[in-house]
């Protein structure tokens, strides 16, 4: 009987311990409707976009080649290149990230890199996105067809692939809280197909492939706003449901974008991914 009471009270504690850490998430998701008790952060974004090609890093000595065999592997592995301008890219990334960032309720403040505040309080965060990258890729997919759940013939196939890369110093002047923040967003080429058997019982591949194109860089430069805006928020929420626990909440949360609703899980989800810095 002792056992049951025990166990009992251990589902009661766990209980309320949940129900305490669920209500510390819905408080800072509310606080952001109030422009008293809002979150606010400081946003400085760089003023230029790099570019990285896969294929042009496996060769050897690119630049030490002649000016026409450049041009020849650049008309070959070159879909994207340096055709996206780059103030249209940041502006449409920048612009994704504030509005759905004022959306979720967090106050952005624009500054330069030399205004930032010297201290800040627990509802203010400085956040600087030092580096943006546009990046070739070649990716693989493929189709198949099955006889008894089991893959009899493959077809694959390479696709071009364009990421655009998102680096971020969060609070960078505080040595204790200062953290190095990754996200990106990617697009391949559109490959949809099917295998069926033809005459003499042999495969038949058909397929259609749409492939990427320059302007392709601001949907995923848009997406990757959209994206960071929602890390950052999530970011927010859980150290602040961390704080309020002692860190004794052991889930994640995660705010649903179109719904408003907080997400749970035992899991990381939708985060930035964090990177190790040299000392």
């Given at each position: ?58 060769i050897e000595n690119f630049n030490d080649l002649d000016s026409s065999t450049q041009a020849n592997l650049l008309k070959e592995y070159q879909i994207i290149g340096k055709k996206p301008l ?194």
């Amino acid at each position: 009987m002792k056992k049951i009471k025990v166990f009992t009270l251990i589902i009661v504690l766990l209980s309320l311990h949940n129900a305490f850490s669920q209500q510390a998430a819905k408080d800072f998701v509310m606080r952001q409707f109030d422009t008293a008790t809002c979150d606010k952060v400081y946003l400085i974004v760089t003023d230029r976009v790099l570019y990285a090609n896969e294929s042009l890093n496996l060769i050897e000595n690119f630049n030490d080649l002649d000016s026409s065999t450049q041009a020849n592997l650049l008309k070959e592995y070159q879909i994207i290149g340096k055709k996206p301008l780059d103030s249209i890219l940041i502006a449409t990334f920048k612009n994704e990230l504030i509005s759905k960032l004022q959306y979720l309720g967090i106050k952005v403040i624009q500054t330069p890199a030399d205004s930032l505040p010297d201290s800040l309080d627990a509802r203010s965060h400085t956040l600087n996105i030092k580096q943006l990258e546009i990046e070739e890729f070649i990716a693989e997919d493929s189709i198949s067809y099955y006889e008894n759940d089991t893959a009899k013939y493959v077809y694959r196939k390479a696709l071009n692939g364009v990421r655009f890369n998102a680096w971020f110093f969060y609070n960078e002047k505080d040595t204790a809280n200062s953290l190095t923040l990754f996200c990106n967003e990617a697009i391949t080429d559109d490959f949809q197909g099917n295998i069926t058997m033809g005459k003499g019982n042999k495969p038949v591949v058909s397929y259609s492939l749409t492939r990427i194109n320059p302007n392709d860089t601001y949907v995923i430069a848009k997406e990757t706003g959209r994206e960071s805006a929602i890390c950052f928020f999530n970011l927010l929420l859980n150290k602040y449901v961390f704080n309020k626990t002692d860190g004794e909440d052991r889930h994640y949360y995660g705010i649903d974008l179109k719904s408003g609703n907080i997400l749970m899980d035992n899991e990381p989800f939708d985060n930035f991914d964090v990177l190790e810095t040299e000392q």
